[in-house]
């Protein structure tokens, strides 16, 4: 089986499949789903690619949760190897964009699975599921999660951990915010009717603001990104400076963002827009999973782990947004477990360790064949 798993890892990589175009890649996931004996492989009507096997009793079973498509590959030149061959170096990493994020663990859930039931059914069903557009905040996640919301009993969102369990993450926002000027002849240097003027003072006061802490999540964070500003003439100010906040939330409702950046533009000329919860877009707001970290199911995949891998780090949290705010929010039970380094991901030196690739692998495998701890 090791052989098979690291040569489909190859062909996922070799494999393109950017947001909004992860067609390609949803058939191959699903002849080899079908290949490898599973009683249901399908895309579905939002391109997801989907797979079932059923399990010996009735009731809801495992969602083991990846998605398909990847981010741009960047640089071509910054990269070792080129981004899609798939290459396998003497250390034994897989290189290649979409390795680690996403194509790896995909791999390792497809295979693992299969693995699972080669001895027969497992006890439960077992769904394998890799959706479009996770990395455009998850509309394919989006359709099939109530599709699937009776039958599952609970959800392992299989993005890379570096092998350890994982209990939760921030949910994800998009802000943006509009500072006004007067725009004049850059040789008057009239800084009150310039909008960088304001723009300055406020990422001051943010720089030494108070976030939202969680007792789980811990602590938001706030990140200026990107700043655009309405002129391209160096002697002429701009009226108008477009900054977007990167804000990882513990639980803020769009009131309490309103209400925090009130108070930072207090006597500054700004407007800012919050999008409602679940919103898409440009703008975005989704919210993050918050497991308790002594669930059922955060004890029973970390005992699973501990069996089938020995010693390693106690259950934790990611640092990005992952699609299990979908299952999380729709009351599966979610937690989360995968092979490889997520600093790694979106990385023009992206590559999945072939070890940690198989580990992953037995580990799936393992997992499902118990019945899933949800209460």
Known sequence: MDRAVVDFTRRLVQTPSPSKREGELAALVVAEMKRLGYDEAYVDAAGNAVGRIRGREEGPGWLLLTHLDHVDVGDEANWPYPPFSGHVDE???????????????????????????????????????????EELGGAGAARLVPELKNRVAAAVIAEPSNLQVIYGHRGVAR???????????????RSADNPNFALARFLQRLAVARRHRDPVLGASSITPTT?????????????????????RTTGETPAEMEAFLA???????????????????????????????????????????????????????WAFATDGRYTHASGIPTAGFGPGDPTLAHTEHEFIEVEQLLA??????????????HY
Do not use: M
């Open 91 to 133: 250390a034994g990493r897989l290189w290649g964009r979409g390795a680690v994020d996403i194509k790896g663990p995909l791999a390792a859930t497809v295979y693992g699975t299969a693995a699972a039931c080669a001895e027969g059914p497992p006890p439960r069903d077992v769904w394998v599921a890799s959706v479009v557009q």
């Open 263 to 317: 108070e930072l533009g207090r006597g500054l000329a700004v407007r800012f827009e919050v999008p409602p919860l679940w919103e898409h877009g440009e703008l975005e707001n989704t919210p993050g999973v918050r497991t308790d970290p002594d669930h059922p199911l955060v004890r029973q995949l970390e005992r699973v782990r501990r069996e089938v891998l020995g010693p390693g780090p106690r259950p934790g949290l």
């Open 227 to 247: 700043l655009h500003a309405d002129t391209a003439s160096a002697n002429r100010t701009p009226g108008r400076v477009t900054l977007i906040l990167d804000w």
């Open 360 to 373: 992953g692998t037995r580990y799936y495998a393992a997992l499902v064949k118990e019945e899933p701890q």
């Open 175 to 189: 802000v943006r915010l509009v500072f006004e000027g007067s725009p004049h002849h850059a040789a008057l240097s």
